[in-house]
């Protein structure tokens, strides 16, 4: 059974940094791709980030270049999702997401499997 679970969101000060964990089961992870997404309450749900499965390249939204990277560890079945600087606009829920090939994407569409997601709230 596949499964995709996140942990580390939490309330945290404009400035700050969580690091988000996705513990995927079920499957390999070396095969396939993962995406971060997040869905604010009233909008869309929307892609932040990606690591593909063949070379591990990366993928990032204008809105977090440079102050998000993921990673994966598949000897741990994990992909990361480092957030530094946060700010109150990355306060969302945020999603992983899962779909077996070699190169990923932040369409949404893209996925065949979804976490539970975990929140994310940036407040002073």
């Known amino acids: 059974q596949v499964q995709l679970v996140e942990s580390g969101g939490g309330l945290v000060q404009p400035g700050g940094s969580l690091r988000l964990s996705c513990a995927v089961s079920?499957?390999?992870?070396?095969?396939?791709?993962i995406g971060w997404f997040r869905q604010a309450p009233g909008k869309e749900r929307e892609g932040v980030s990606c690591?593909?499965?063949?070379?591990?390249?990366?993928y990032y939204a204008n809105s977090v270049k440079g102050r998000f990277a993921i990673s994966r560890d598949n000897a741990k079945n994990t992909v990361y999702l480092q957030m530094n600087s946060l700010k109150p606009e990355d306060t969302a829920v945020y999603y992983c997401?899962?779909?077996?090939?070699?190169?990923?994407?932040?369409?949404?569409?893209?996925?065949?499997?979804w976490g539970q997601g975990t929140q994310v709230t940036v407040s002073s």
């Open positions: 079920g499957f390999t992870l070396d095969y396939y791709n």
């Open positions: 997401a899962a779909r077996q090939g070699r190169y990923c994407s932040i369409y949404r569409g893209f996925y065949d499997f």
């Open positions: 690591i593909s499965s063949s070379d591990s390249s990366t």
